[in-house]
């Protein structure tokens, strides 16, 4: 029996969950629509640390921590740790997971990274290697800038077209417990790379990533957008979503009123955030938070969360290479 | 049934092989003792690059056709392609996956990697998730200096604990095809960190991760040193080895005379390379060189791979942060 269906899709008949969940964001997150969606609201975005690496570094291990908490499982008894942020060489997930006496896996797939740590906790429990598999990641408004543009001080003026990575840190226990939603399917994606070489654009970069794997996911799985009560991007921002759309439409896709985005959701209107969010946890709380909601009020019955990631450097961008990108999705179910 | 024992050791019972394999070193590493075991050694460090980068980026590329090509595959035929490298943001690694239409999963363990990807091939093969998968990595000594340490042409003195790193590639194609020693057991390391924060001797920050997982290997398996032909341990180089010894011989285990390290065989003695060799490639290109050479000539029919990281950055250690360090075991039978 093979766990595979049509190329590039891997199915999950055993049904693993999300059992347990966790989300914290910043204040500015705090202030858009879907706070009520989160667990947790920092009340500054520093808690108390000297540094903003710090502070991420201490988010995720409250996630983490607060993940194991709520599902009344010591960190012993999970078989895997898998996480990945936005830092040089994920020094956030390292840092946090150094505290925890549980095999790690670091990963790293930019701002598609939680959706890859879905994808290979489920690939775990349904081979039989693990009975819990915590996953988690990060992301700071202000290491990324700091890494990835200007110092904050600067104060450079930003584009339209940027977006702004989200201050939130996600952790999740998937198991076979008895509740929680089902994660029955994934596909991984390609790297798929057009040429783009705007760091300021990165949504436009990432569309169509995410339209080579919804389209891999539609072939494998036989099904159609309209079969998904919600299909989630994210980050695509203002920017990619319209990309997206017009990508889709262009081969004659039906059911784009089921598109959503989690970076052009997570800020409201009233908010200067350029294009919308981004960031590894943009999609992860966003998709634990708002979507798992969804799922549990029956407001949803079954999501693809097409969660995309940007694969460049800062030192790439200098050399002139144009922008990889990617797109992993995972099939919630009620 | 369960594919796992004891409690981290997970059993790849269908007999997931090593079925391909390239390895492509620089022009140091080629006059090094090991010369004989790599399949090509580069003429000049460059391959004809603008940059150090762009070198590192093309020599992965070249690993991953020249596997293809052995194995006779097409890349189509690939179910994932599993990579990661030491550069911010892996992009080594996604830019060189971006020339091929296949599922990508970006990893990141450091010097570790190279098992992580080798055990999570394991995984999909095992688990049913996949028939074919490429695994691959590298690193370059320009690229990590520039990124790490100072611009080499600062020319900069190292210390006897420094380790060089290894400019080199490799890539393996795992499956069911029946050649190539089989893949048995993984055994995925925890982080462990002893507060150590010298980035001069990662070395010895990386020993105890290397000790942790040895001992969960055996305790998980029942197995001893003795029952490896070779224990090889990457890239811990001398000191790092030294102080491995010191923990396994304080707790009464035996068949040390097992142990090998890659960082410390790389290079030769009259080579200046402080405490010897390091990088995603060094245990990489070493283990499918070396190691595949000695179970093919049935030198060796049992060996225990033991990939250790250290998972820093250069902006934790100028944070003041400690060292995590990581390391993945693969045993591989002839």
């Known amino acids: ?5 049509g190329r590039r899709t891997l199915v999950f008949s055993k049904g693993p969950r999300i059992t347990s969940r966790y989300t914290l964001v910043g204040p500015r997150e705090g202030r858009g629509p879907h706070a009520l969606d989160f667990h947790e609201i920092m009340g500054d975005d520093t808690l108390g640390q000297k540094t903003a690496e710090k502070t991420e570094r201490l988010m ?27 830092l040089n060489q994920i020094t956030t997930s390292n840092l946090a997971a150094s505290t925890h006496a549980v095999p790690f896996i670091g990963i790293y797939g930019a701002c598609s990274t939680f959706a890859e740590a879905l994808g290979l906790a489920a690939v775990l429990l349904q081979g039989d290697f ?3 598999v915590m996953v988690g990641t990060a992301s700071h408004y202000q290491t990324a800038e700091r890494q990835f543009r200007y110092p904050i001080e600067l104060n450079v003026q930003h584009l339209a077209t940027n977006q702004v990575t ?21 596909t991984f994606g390609q790297v798929v790379d057009m040429g783009l070489k705007d760091p300021q654009d990165m949504g436009s970069a990432m569309a169509p990533a995410a339209f080579q794997t ?10 159609s957008l309209e079969d998904y009560d919600i299909v989630f991007t994210g980050d695509l921002g203002k920017q990619g979503s319209k990309m997206l759309r017009v990508l889709l439409e262009r081969e004659n896709y039906t059911g784009l009123e089921r598109l959503q985005d989690g970076g052009s ?3 409201g209107p009233g908010q200067a955030v350029g294009a919308g969010g981004s ?12 979507i798992l909601n969804c799922l549990e009020s029956a407001k949803a019955k079954r999501v693809l969360v097409v969660a995309t990631g940007a694969l460049l450097s800062a030192l790439t961008v200098l050399q002139g ?10 099939v919630l179910e009620q």
Do not use: W
């Open 60 to 86: 995720l291990e409250i996630a983490i921590a607060k993940t194991l908490e709520q599902h009344g499982t010591e960190v012993h008894d999970l078989q895997f740790l898998i996480a990945g942020d936005l």
């Open 214 to 223: 919804i389209k891999d996911h539609l072939a494998d799985t036989g099904r």
């Open 130 to 132: 693990a009975d819990q």
């Open 265 to 267: 959701r997570i800020f």
């Open 166 to 186: 989200v201050t939130g840190a996600a952790a999740a226990i998937l198991s076979f417990a008895d509740r929680g939603p089902h994660l029955t399917h994934a």
């Open 279 to 290: 960031g590894a946890a943009c999609i992860a709380v966003m998709t634990l938070g708002y």
């Open 1 to 5: 029996m093979s766990n595979r269906i």
């Open 321 to 330: 290479e144009s922008i990889p990108c990617i797109a992993h999705a995972v």
